[in-house]
């Protein structure tokens, strides 16, 4: 009986990986109008992804959460080739620790900012976390994904490390799905900021 649960269990959680990774959002062909642009730090070019929309004229006002202190505004500008738009309306965060952080750090701006649509930017297969994430602290705001592929190269340990960086997302996703359903606070990935350019 024990030897069938424990089969019953691996099957179903493998199931459930295999359908997560194939049910990663894509970016959106159109956004339509957007309050403002909520960027993750990382890697896969997220930044400079949500610089290039808001340079573009997507959202009212940007905010890059998740800043290492040590980072100045000009250092962003330079990192991520910003131009007018980031010098007026570009907002620094530096207090998230983690993805929780990072919603509650994007509540406040939503809220001082009377926004009720904004889109979120972070890596393809860190979204559907920060999706849950961000619905909890914020339900009364639309937030609408725009996911970039992470950038890491190719071969059979870039493979690997995207693999292992999935599966990871993974449990995390369930444990976040937990969690919140408990009315339990999900901070799972607690670290201090890191710098703009790393994970």
């Known amino acids: 009986m024990l030897k069938w649960l424990v089969f019953i269990l ?37 930044l400079d992804v949500a610089v290039a929309l808001f340079e573009k004229g997507v959202g009212e006002r940007l905010l890059i959460s998740g800043v290492n202190t040590q980072a100045s505004k000009g250092d962003l500008k330079k990192l991520v080739h910003g131009k007018k738009r980031f010098d007026c309306c570009t907002d620094l965060g530096y207090a998230a620790e983690n993805t929780f952080g990072n919603a509650k750090e994007a509540a406040a701006w939503t809220r001082f900012h009377h926004y009720k649509r904004v889109v979120l930017v972070t890596s393809r297969y860190h979204m559907p976390r920060s999706l849950l994430e961000f619905h909890d602290v914020m339900p009364d705001v639309a937030v609408i994904a725009y996911p970039v592929d992470p950038d890491s190269g190719r071969g059979f340990p870039s493979r690997m490390r995207n693999l292992k960086a999935l599966h990871s997302e993974y449990w995390k996703y369930l444990a976040v799905n937990f969690m919140t359903a408990a009315g339990l606070e999900p901070d799972l990935d607690r670290q201090r900021p890191v710098p703009a350019t790393a994970s």
Do not use: E, K, N, Q
Not at 18 to 25: G, I, K, V
Not at 33 to 46: F, H, K, N, S, Y
């Open 10 to 46: 691996v099957v179903a959680y493998v199931a459930g990986f295999a359908a997560f990774a194939s049910h990663l959002p894509h970016p959106p062909r159109a956004l339509g109008p957007v309050d403002g642009i909520v960027a993750l730090t990382g890697g896969g070019m997220r």
